[in-house]
């Protein structure tokens, strides 16, 4: 049953993933338009709109979101592809091991960065 | 064998032969095997076996689709040879082949054993914790027509393998427990006469279980019953995840109606003969 729990959150994780996507779609490209989330001159990708949105505590729990989603979400599938290499038990376990080592490792460093961001942004530099 | 105005049409049989002991890797020999409508590629076998080569080797016992013993490769497509005819597939070559996925024994005869270790894994049978009905029944389960047909076509498969041959998965992951095994486990598991769905859960949801599944839906192209693996494949993957987050129905397997004798028989049924045993 425990492939039952890793494909059931690998199908949770893509609808996150999904809605996350439909957002950042939302704020970077119509977001011209609408200014929504981008109340700076520039567009939305600009520095000033984008350190506002990292100061944003919101944007900072969603990036820390989408990136732990994105991580597991295509880990999962590669581990997938290459455990229909039909590789033996103990080397389908290196595999398991080293991914969440990766990934673990990934969303350390990603977790940080939008965490430094969001401090950065907060204290006010914006340029 | 209906005879035509034209006579018998000479058909090439490119088939892909393999002996252990004297042959390093297989190879084709083509036999021109004269063929009339009607007949079938394993009466055409028949035909090379008894008049050009004796020492062709393959599987079969009831020459009507029931048995599932002369599965193979006909022009690329896994299927019955009983249930082929040659002039529906071919007109000048008809190419024949073991089916793929499985180990070759000799000739056109797969090793099935793999197939049937997986398909006893997942356990397919009735299972309930009344283990004395089971062995010594003394009575009947009401099950309704609707509970029945839940299942009913899931049935009908007979463990032919061309399922299993078809299976693009099972073809890179040899240990994947494939569309045969998978779909007698849905086959079970929808019975309401069961009580074993989450021993079978235990094996469906590993890692080479019911989700290595692409939903190619080859299997169900191709299976010559008529069966759709790749449905009971999705079902089965979703009462795995409902029974792992909890929501689905708690199931009872159904009640016993009553003892041999007690129902209440139809009128003007004779009665049963006795008993011999």
Known sequence: ?127 | MPETTNGPRQVNFHVLRYNPETDRASYVKTYQVPVRPGMTVLDGLHYIKENLDPTLAWRYSCRMGVCGSCGMLLNGRPTLACNTQILHIATTDLTVAPLPNFDILRDLIPDLRPMFDKHRSLKPYIVRADEAELNDPAGEFYQSPEELEAYLQFTYCIKCGCCMAACPTLATDARYLGPMPLTSAQRYNEDTRDDGRRARGQVAGSSHGAFRCHYAGECSRVCPKGVDPAKAIQHLKRRLVLDYLRLAKRKQPCEKLHGPGQGKPLPNIPPAPPKTV
Do not use: C, Q
């Open chain 1, 1 to 127: 049953m425990r492939e039952t729990k890793y494909w059931t959150w690998h199908m949770a994780a893509g609808v996150v993933i999904l809605f996350l996507l439909g957002l950042h779609m939302l704020i970077m490209h119509v977001g011209d338009i609408t200014h929504l989330f981008a109340p700076y001159a520039g567009g939305a990708v600009s520095k000033a709109n984008s350190l506002y949105r990292d100061g944003l505590l919101f944007f900072t729990i969603t990036y820390i979101l989408l990136l732990g989603v994105a991580l597991y979400h295509g880990l999962y599938g590669l581990r997938t592809i290459l455990f229909e290499l039909t590789l033996k038990p103990a080397a389908e376990k290196a595999v398991s091991f080293v991914l969440f080592i990766v990934g673990l490792g990934l969303f350390g460093l990603g977790a940080w960065a939008a965490v430094t961001a969001h401090a950065v942004a907060a204290l006010g530099v914006r340029g």
